[in-house]
């Protein structure tokens, strides 16, 4: 019998305004793929959190954290490399003025009902209020 794959859904609505957020959800992820690199990860970007899937914004922003600097863009890559899916609300695209275009690789397209879906699937979620 096959065992079944862990999964966790992380919600993640906040950019700019709060970077710690955003660093610890990135932190916990990459640290969830490093212990267990058969769990199934996805950071559903939400809101205000739309804004990190645009090429570009996240290589900027950098924040000091247990005595290093750590740069966002270099985080998301490492997410990226360890196979952890980056999921883009469409309904805020356009609030925030993002294009398909704009959307760095493999980010995926979807709606705000594609959470329920992953929730049915078995995705276990995971947000921060820091």
Same mark, same amino acid.
């Given at each position: 019998?096959?065992?079944?794959?862990?999964?966790?859904?992380?919600?993640?609505?906040?950019? =700019?305004?709060? &970077?710690?957020?955003?660093?610890? !959800?990135?932190? @916990?992820?990459? $640290?969830?793929?490093?212990? /267990?690199?058969?769990? /199934?990860?996805?950071?559903?970007? *939400?809101? +205000?959190?739309?804004?990190? #899937?645009?090429?570009?914004?996240? $290589? $900027?922003?950098? !924040?000091?954290? +247990?005595?290093?600097?750590? $740069?966002?863009?270099?985080?998301?890559?490492?997410?990226?490399?360890?196979? @952890?899916?980056? *999921?883009?609300?469409?309904?805020?695209? &356009?609030?925030?003025?993002?294009? =398909? +275009?704009? %959307? !760095? &690789?493999? #980010?995926?397209?979807?709606?705000?009902?594609?959470?329920?879906?992953?929730?049915?699937?078995?995705?276990? &979620?995971?947000? %921060? =209020?820091?």
């Amino acid at each position: 019998m096959e065992k079944e794959k862990k999964k966790y859904l992380f919600l993640l609505s906040e950019a =700019n305004s709060n &970077p710690m957020q955003m660093l610890g !959800i990135m932190k @916990v992820a990459a $640290n969830m793929k490093a212990f /267990d690199d058969s769990i /199934d990860l996805v950071i559903f970007l *939400i809101g +205000e959190g739309v804004q990190l #899937a645009k090429k570009g914004v996240v $290589n $900027n922003i950098s !924040i000091d954290f +247990e005595g290093n600097k750590v $740069n966002f863009g270099e985080m998301l890559e490492l997410l990226m490399d360890l196979e @952890v899916k980056i *999921i883009v609300c469409h309904g805020f695209m &356009p609030g925030y003025g993002l294009t =398909n +275009e704009d %959307l !760095i &690789p493999n #980010a995926e397209v979807k709606s705000s009902a594609y959470i329920g879906e992953l929730l049915l699937q078995g995705y276990v &979620p995971f947000s %921060l =209020n820091i």
